[in-house]
């Protein structure tokens, strides 16, 4: 199905876009492997969940996107928000701590949010930001608009109780959310097979009366082709969908385990980077004339001159201020008991 | 003055508030076509239509994050929970969500949400219906919790309670549903974290909130008969706790009782009991006593039930023991 959908998209390639998808997953790639770096030098502390491999997850469905839609997701964040365009300083910054990250190095790798951008943020606890999507989706349908909440998780997410709950209320309540299952094929060290009755996931949206679908998440041309049709259901019709998308990750979980060996086999491993993601866009762009060598490598050095910014920047901020220890704990509502009311939209 | 039940001054609070601001719904279990479990909720669906009174299925942790979701995109969300007993399903988005997202998003996502229901017994519900949660709700930074104990009380606070910007934790009683007090037509709000001086005395302070407020005014009432006056220090809010208050009283009168409905440990009146400890030691004539819930989960048997509570009688006892009568 997905090889079908990519023939498809290929017939209609498009240079420009195609320039634009791999300069995002590029500086994905690019930004994380030096987030790597500054994990090993100590300049990123706590849990830091790499996102490598699975750049077309991002790219593709983020690349349909209005500016007025929300996007919620994971603490494994650092792809989608700058697949969303936050300022790779700004992401860095938070990484390291430092006063200009973009929640003020209060949150650090797993809780990118940005307002500006409906960016909700990295949550942290294994299916709690999945309920909070359904709510945006609440809030959408609420107003009367027409945007569309993204709410990204892995596939261990589906065995939890908040995953359960959100979606049968969006499904009872036809609310224009895409729940996209990043499927990478294991929790943690846990694979699918070993934690899920069923396996193929998408599926499960039949439990909730939810429309679903399947792709290969390598294929960025695939997820778009998934995404937007999810993504249209949701702005014209207000309804939900459960997308699976199949990827698979080439780093370890977190920072602190063997990349394979343990609950993965090495030669699994090396199968799937067959399949990179900025690979194979790479190499559709060579065969359609879109991509030279040098244009190729010179957009590799642009990514890699962000990132050493953004790694400058960051390392140049300050740290936060003791004084920002107290603050935003709580909003200052002392004002707000005498204000004028507000219209929902 | 009007007298009306503390259930119809909550349903006064919830419907001005929603006729004040468009982005205010109210979420829960039975609140719509039931019209509220202990109808709190009457008539508002007929006031306001099904996208603003919504049914959810039995899943608390579900529209918990529902609301959560709401609040940071905007809206101002009133969750009820049948019973905070069942908000433990839910407490995950209260306290890794609700009270956590300001913070972790530097400042950027407030959640304007109000979580409400009741708390603590009733009678003979036994172990998993009779529980108090206003120590577990105000350990953690990030919400603020609050504990009305007559109409007048619950009307002000919970209209304040949905004007804030931040997460609340509303705590009612469903034995003070049909409570009745004075509650004046025109509108007002009472501020939180200001705690209410119910009665004035000089012999003791009794340091309480909530549904245990009654039971220290009857109390009181009692020990008046006999010429000992106490103060009655209704904290209202237990976070934040308005510590000048208590400061104020047991400065007063030399001695305190702190009275609430929950289990001992790590409970309400060890914070207050510490206030007292760092803020008046030089002036305390006595230690001060604790009074609460029996350390058991609630039995049953009536007998059993209202040994474990916490009542009038053993709050006399109490002050009589701070002030070395018996």
């Given at each position: 199905m997905a090889k079908k959908k990519s023939d498809q998209s290929k017939s209609a390639s498009d240079p420009t876009l195609n320039l634009d998808l791999l300069r995002s997953m590029l500086l994905q790639r690019r930004f994380e492997e030096r987030c790597a770096e500054a994990y090993a030098l100590g300049k990123i502390g706590g849990f830091c969940h790499l996102y490598i491999g699975q750049e077309a997850v991002s790219t593709g469905t983020l690349?349909?996107?209005?500016?007025?839609?929300?996007?919620?997701?994971?603490?494994?964040?650092?792809?989608?928000?700058?697949?969303?365009?936050?300022?790779?300083?700004?992401?860095?910054?938070?990484?390291?701590?430092?006063?200009?990250?973009?929640?003020?190095?209060?949150?650090?790798?797993?809780?990118?949010?940005?307002?500006?951008?409906?960016?909700?943020?990295?949550?942290g606890i294994v299916g709690a930001h999945v309920p909070l999507a359904t709510g945006v989706g609440?809030?959408?349908?609420?107003?009367?608009?027409?945007?569309?909440?993204?709410?990204?998780?892995?596939?261990?997410?589906?065995?939890?109780?908040?995953?359960?709950?959100?979606?049968?209320?969006?499904?009872?309540?036809?609310?224009?959310?895409?729940?996209?299952?990043?499927?990478?094929?294991?929790?943690?060290?846990?694979?699918?097979?070993?934690?899920?009755?069923?396996?193929?996931?998408?599926?499960?949206?039949?439990?909730?009366?939810?429309?679903?679908?399947?792709?290969?998440?390598?294929?960025?041309?695939?997820?778009?082709t998934a995404a937007q049709e999810a993504i249209d259901?949701?702005?014209?019709?207000?309804?939900?969908?459960?997308?699976?998308?199949?990827?698979?990750?080439?780093?370890?979980?977190?920072?602190?385990?063997?990349?394979?060996?343990?609950?993965?086999?090495?030669?699994?491993?090396?199968?799937?980077?067959?399949?990179?993601?900025?690979?194979?866009?790479?190499?559709?762009?060579?065969?359609?004339n879109e991509l030279s060598d040098e244009d190729l490598q010179k957009l590799d050095e642009e990514m890699k001159a962000v990132c050493q910014d953004a790694w400058d920047f960051a390392d140049k901020s300050p740290e936060p201020p003791l004084e920002a220890l107290f603050e935003d704990v709580l909003v200052d509502t002392t004002s707000d008991a005498t204000a004028e009311p507000v219209a929902a939209d | 003055m009007p007298v009306i039940t503390y259930r119809d001054a909550l349903n006064q609070a919830l419907r001005e508030e929603m006729q004040r601001d468009d982005r205010v719904f109210l979420m829960g279990e039975e609140v719509a076509v039931?019209?509220?479990?202990?109808?709190?909720?009457?008539?508002?669906?007929?006031?306001?239509?099904?996208?603003?009174?919504?049914?959810?299925?039995?899943?608390?942790?579900?529209?918990?994050?529902?609301?959560?979701?709401?609040?940071?995109?905007?809206?101002?969300?009133?969750?009820?929970?049948?019973?905070?007993?069942?908000a433990v399903l839910a407490l995950d988005q209260v306290l890794n969500s609700a009270s956590k997202l300001l913070y972790m998003s530097g400042g950027q996502f407030n959640v304007p949400i109000v979580f409400r229901g009741p708390n603590g017994a009733a009678l003979q519900l036994s172990a998993q219906h009779s529980q108090s949660f206003e120590s577990w709700l105000a350990h953690m930074p990030g919400v603020k919790v609050l504990t009305p104990g007559t109409p007048y009380d619950a009307k002000g606070l919970l209209k304040s309670a949905i004007r804030d910007d931040n997460p609340v934790c509303f705590l009612e009683g469903e034995m003070l549903y049909n409570t009745k007090g004075e509650v004046p037509e025109e509108e007002y709000l009472i501020p939180i974290g200001k705690a209410d001086l119910k009665r004035e005395g000089d012999a003791?302070?009794?340091?309480?909130?909530?549904k245990m407020a009654l039971v220290a005014m009857q109390a009181a009432d009692q020990l008046a008969k006999d010429g000992i006056h106490v103060d009655v220090v209704d904290l209202r809010t237990v976070r934040p706790m308005d510590v000048e208050a208590i400061k104020t009283s047991v400065e007063k009168t030399n001695r305190a009782v702190v009275l609430e409905e929950g289990w001992e440990i790590c409970g309400i009146g060890t914070q207050v009991v510490d206030y007292i400890q760092r803020d008046c030691f030089d002036v305390l004539d006595a230690?001060?006593?604790?009074?609460?819930?029996?350390?058991?989960p609630m039995p049953y048997a009536k007998n059993l039930e209202r040994a474990a509570k916490p009542d009038a009688a053993k709050t006399i006892a109490a002050i009589r023991k701070v002030m070395y009568l018996d």
């Open positions: 690349s349909l996107l209005r500016p007025d839609d929300y996007i919620i997701t994971t603490y494994r964040d650092h792809g989608q928000a700058l697949a969303r365009g936050m300022a790779p300083r700004s992401v860095m910054a938070e990484l390291f701590g430092r006063i200009d990250g973009c929640a003020r190095g209060k949150g650090g790798s797993m809780h990118m949010f940005d307002k500006s951008l409906n960016f909700l943020g990295g949550h609440f809030a959408i349908k609420y107003r009367g608009g027409d945007q569309v909440c993204i709410c990204f998780m892995g596939e261990s997410v589906v065995n939890t109780g908040a995953f359960h709950e959100a979606l049968n209320m969006a499904g009872l309540w036809k609310l224009p959310v895409v729940y996209v299952i990043e499927n990478n094929r294991y929790g943690m060290g846990t694979a699918l097979e070993r934690a899920s009755a069923i396996h193929d996931i998408f599926e499960r949206g039949a439990s909730y009366n939810i429309p679903r679908a399947v792709c290969d998440g390598q294929d960025v041309f695939a997820v778009r259901r949701a702005r014209t019709d207000s309804l939900p969908t459960l997308l699976e998308v199949r990827t698979y990750r080439f780093m370890g979980h977190s920072m602190s385990d063997a990349v394979s060996g343990t609950y993965r086999t090495k030669a699994e491993l090396d199968e799937y980077m067959k399949r990179d993601p900025i690979a194979l866009l790479r190499v559709h762009m060579h065969e359609n | 039931y019209q509220g479990a202990y109808k709190v909720s009457k008539g508002l669906l007929q006031e306001f239509g099904e996208m603003r009174v919504v049914d959810t299925p039995i899943t608390e942790l579900g529209f918990a994050g529902v609301g959560v979701g709401a609040a940071m995109v905007g809206l101002r969300p009133i969750i009820e929970f049948m019973t905070w007993n069942f003791c302070s009794i340091i309480t909130s909530g230690p001060v006593i604790r009074v609460h819930q029996a350390d058991v």
